[in-house]
């Protein structure tokens, strides 16, 4: 089956011919159905053939702070366009109100896409607004994306995995918010069970877990790699080790959001850096 097919096809799915406006009589009955949908890491080529679809015949998307403007501009004219970013310190709106809000939307709406940054089951709050919309009735659906983890390090030239050097990979939020479970992120068995990390969020707290990490007997020689806006053309990257990159960090003034790697795989970046993949813009 071509492209074309395949994304017509596509269309047919995700895209009503005619939507009829909800009514008086179904007032009290879920019009729409929700969509989250995977932004992926920046790079538009990474965006995945159904989220383009959506975007392209959604009649509302409500979108996160980390969604790159190329990918935003997929979104069709027609379309409401909703901010419902969250950066540290400032929240456009917190999660009980997007969470009503997609479930209104979907009242009036065919088509709500809730548009997020990377993969929404990565650290993105998806499986708790699924959760939401399927306790209020309302017909709801993932579109996975590709997440920053595995694709910034691949954008500089960072394998994950190595049959030399890496065996197993954790991924960890270094962002823990107040009022979340508990406990709290078991930094010594992370630092003692898996060969390679990878953390989202880390950077404000990334003494901290540099301190749990050398206290659970990982050598302050131990390479890290910290990617800000991995796949994007304003991608950064810094390179060092835990006894340095604190102070590296602060002398570049190096700031979120960035992903951190650390482990032997880091090491690949000087060999590997060169091939890295084409980022578009």
Known sequence: MSYRNIEKNLSSAFCPLKVESNTEKNKNKYFGKVYLVG???????????????????ANVVIYDALVSPAILMMINSQAE?????????????????????????????AVVVR???????????GGEEMEELVKAGV??????????????????????????????????????????YRPFVKWRAI???????????GIHNLPYIIEQMHNAGLSLDTSIALVRWGTRPEQEELI???????????????????????????NMHATLSSCRPVVLS
């Open 81 to 109: 366009k909703i901010y419902a970013g969250k950066r540290r310190g400032y929240h456009s709106l917190n999660q009980d109100e997007i969470t009503q809000m997609l479930i209104e939307k979907a009242l009036t709406n």
């Open 39 to 57: 932004a992926g890491p920046g790079d538009p080529g990474l965006f995945t053939l159904k989220g383009k679809v959506l975007l392209e015949c």
């Open 115 to 125: 548009l997020k940054g990377g993969d929404p089951f990565m650290f993105g709050r």
């Open 139 to 180: 017909s709801v659906e993932v579109i996975s994306g590709v997440t920053s983890g595995i694709a910034a390090p691949a954008y500089v030239g960072i394998p994950l995995t190595h049959r030399l050097y890496s065996s197993s990979v954790t991924f960890v939020t270094g962002h823990e918010t107040c009022g979340k």
């Open 240 to 266: 060092g080790t835990l006894g340095t990159i604190v102070s590296q960090v602060k002398t570049t003034g190096f700031e979120g959001p960035a992903i951190a790697i650390i482990g032997a795989v880091v």
């Open 191 to 201: 630092a003692q069970g898996s060969e390679t990390i990878v953390i989202y969020m």
